[in-house]
């Protein structure tokens, strides 16, 4: 999980949670640079992030930022 502040960067994302699948691309098989190339976007677009929480799947739609 990316902080700042503290704070996780993508509101909805708890520290602890898993990362099953951005959009498509399963995180759970797919090699790590797919997966960040999943996550990588023009500032604004929007990826949906299905995450593990606590054994219960939690849906997060995120936007693309750029981080310092």
Known sequence: ????GGQPAVPG???GDKLLAVDRVDAT????GSVIDAL????GALRTLRL??????VVVRATVTRLP
């Open 40 to 43: 990588r976007g023009r500032p």
């Open 29 to 32: 098989k797919a090699p790590m």
């Open 1 to 4: 999980i990316v902080t700042r």
């Open 13 to 15: 994302v708890e520290v």
């Open 52 to 57: 593990e929480r606590a054994g219960r799947i």
